[in-house]
């Protein structure tokens, strides 16, 4: 195959804080070689003794690990409050630190602010970009140090404001103006945000680090008429991408992850691991035969 293929690990489940060795584990059988994952909390804080676990259970089957993360507000790099703003760059540092121990190679998400974004008392667009640049510039300083992407997320405008579209974000990895400071694509954000997804993907061109792929609504991947996958496909390929492909599904109503990401009905009829993975599964198949 030409991409590596990974899944998100909050795919089987409506809770963000799970036991990742067993995820790791319900990844390998299902046939994926990458398994993203939002830093546990023993990871910034550098429990060495259960990185270690974690590090030789991914080894041992087989599967490599990406690092995808939207910040609480404790830690929005683009706050008013510099303490916030120092707080959540500190802690980034420190994740950097020990994804880089990880051998980690990508750092993917809402690096820049927090999410889901609380919309009262919403700031000025402006002065928040100048904040969050700020905070990027500094943060993708040590990203590079460890040889890590810092891959900016674009979402929609119903999670976040600051950046929406890819030119957003191609306006703002170019002020950052570091070249491991790129972008990740998902695409059911840019199913809302641009009026073409491959355009879109084309516009990132070289850019582009990291791609999630999902269905319009965000159920697994199959054929479907509001997706242009053939299309999306020819994009990938033609820009060159080296990347991995990530499905990124969130089917389960309820629970953290379905209140953080609107999800208020189940997506699927069994929702139970089993028939999850035998989809995930299907699902994988299907986007191997439009990518490669």
């Known amino acids: 195959m030409k991409y590596k293929y990974g899944v998100h690990y909050a795919a089987w489940g409506s809770e963000w804080d799970v036991d990742i060795k067993e995820r790791i584990r319900l990844a390998a059988e299902a046939g994926f ?8 909390d023993y990871v910034p ?37 510099p ?7 500190e802690y980034t540092k420190h994740m950097l630190e020990a994804i880089h121990m990880l051998d980690g190679k990508i750092l993917s998400g809402i690096l820049y602010s927090s999410w889901p974004y609380d919309f009262r ?15 990027v510039k500094e943060c993708v300083k040590t990203a590079q140090d460890y040889g890590i992407i ?8 119903f999670e976040q404001f600051v950046l929406n579209s890819v030119e957003e974000g191609l306006t703002f990895i170019g002020q950052v103006g570091s070249p491991c400071c790129r972008l990740l694509l998902d695409m059911f954000h840019m199913g809302i945000e641009e ?10 061109g070289k850019s582009l680090a990291h791609l999630h792929v ?13 997706v242009p996958w053939d299309a999306v496909g020819q994009a990938v390929n033609d820009i060159g991408y080296e990347g991995r492909i990530v499905m990124e599904p ?37 986007i191997q035969g439009i990518f490669g």
């Open 33 to 40: 070689e990458d398994l993203e994952v939002t830093p546990p």
């Open 150 to 157: 810092y891959a900016i997320e674009m979402v929609n405008r």
């Open 195 to 204: 009026t073409s997804t491959p355009d879109a993907i084309r516009r990132a």
């Open 214 to 226: 999902c269905q319009n609504n965000r159920q697994i991947p199959a054929p479907c008429d509001n």
């Open 250 to 286: 969130f089917v389960i109503k309820g629970g953290p992850v379905g209140r953080d990401v609107n999800i208020w009905r189940n997506l699927m009829d069994d929702v139970s691991q089993e028939h999850i993975s035998e989809e995930l599964t299907k699902g994988l198949h299907y």
């Open 121 to 135: 008392n919403l700031p000025d667009k402006e002065r928040t970009w100048e904040l969050a640049l700020s905070s």
């Open 83 to 89: 303490s916030v703003r120092r707080r959540g760059i």
């Open 45 to 81: 804080a550098m429990d060495i003794d259960k990185m270690n676990e974690l590090k030789k259970c991914a080894e041992d089957h087989g599967i490599e690990m990406s690092w995808c993360i939207g910040f609480p507000k404790e830690y929005d790099m683009a706050s008013e409050d």
